[in-house]
């Protein structure tokens, strides 16, 4: 894919200065931990979007899209909002670094990508650090990584409208091949664990579900949690989140809670500690282990916090079946998208086959199988 965005750079503009791989993000555990301030386990992947820039001296900022087959030019004197919504993914970076008191020059950029459209692997952040970090890099200005997180997480905020967390541009920049990066979404910390997938596979399955429910019932959780939180605050002042929480405490007060309010909560509760005993398990190479938890966050997403939806649970029911499926968890928001699966890849094929011969996407389609491995983050690249 680079080679074929750097063909098509010098066709349009000449010879590009620097080539960038950013990849597209997958989370293993830990769903609606983010927003909570607790634990989440995402790592980098193999697929991601591919950039070739140069600065030229046009005063303009000239980008096409090889995906789309579409371009797009504005001055850097009068950038603004465009009608073309993939530009302002673009022009959103731009505008953060013009914020902090830095100068753009005119650029030329050809960008595409190999991550499938709508699949929950985050291709608007891989969009914004891909390109945030080649402006760092021609402009010669050195921002560290969480700087060039934050400035990608403000471009989706402020130009493509999306509130999202930090969690997948941070994952995009940070991440490391064989491993998945343990983020602490209160202090931003992180640890490196050991993910050697010699004998297993990580496979998404696309149910073709949209997630039409997502953003409506995304709020309405979020202010579920907050109302366990004030309850909780009642019986310890400390708590400021669900992060705070014991599960002894939270069952201690089991009584006090309306019975939906007390399911959420206690959801996310379990699901910190899952994360950490996902790391623990990684630990020592217990895949078995770590893919139990897989399937007891799909279990707690489905019947305590309630955003998972039929066509996700057929899909983990279907990997269950097959022997050599460790693990199997709907991830993302909800209510569609995509699970992912811990598969031995001795049952590659099996579980191919069973997917196939007993699930359709809504439309009456094969499902989309996506196999990944875990990969280095945003970072040049040579060809």
Known sequence: MIEKINQVFEEKFGDATLLVKSPGRVNLIGEHTDYNDGFVLPAAVDLGSYFAVALNNENKFRFYSYNLEDYYETSVNAYEKSEKRWANYLLGVIAQFFKAGKTVHGFDCVFGG?????????????????????????EGYNYSTYDLVKLSQKAEHEYAGVQCGIM?????????????????CRSLDYELFPFEMEDQILILVNTGVKHSLAASEYNKRRQECEAGVSLLQKFDREINSLRDVSSDLIRAHKDEFEPVIYRRCAYVVEENLRVERSCKALEQGNFEEFGRFMYASHDG???????????????????????????ARMMGGGFGGCTINLVKKSAVAQFEKTIRENYKTPEGDSPEIIKVTIDDGTRPVLI
């Open 301 to 327: 997403l489905k019947n305590d916090y309630e955003v998972s939806c039929p066509e996700l649970d057929q899909l983990v029911d279907l990997a269950k079946r097959v022997d050599g499926v460790l693990g």
């Open 114 to 138: 190999d991550l499938p459209m709508g699949a929950g692997m985050s291709s608007s952040a891989s969009l914004e650090t891909g390109l945030a970090f080649a402006i760092d890099q021609m």
């Open 168 to 184: 997948d541009q941070f994952a995009v920049m940070h991440g490391k091949a064989n491993h998945v990066i343990k983020l602490d």
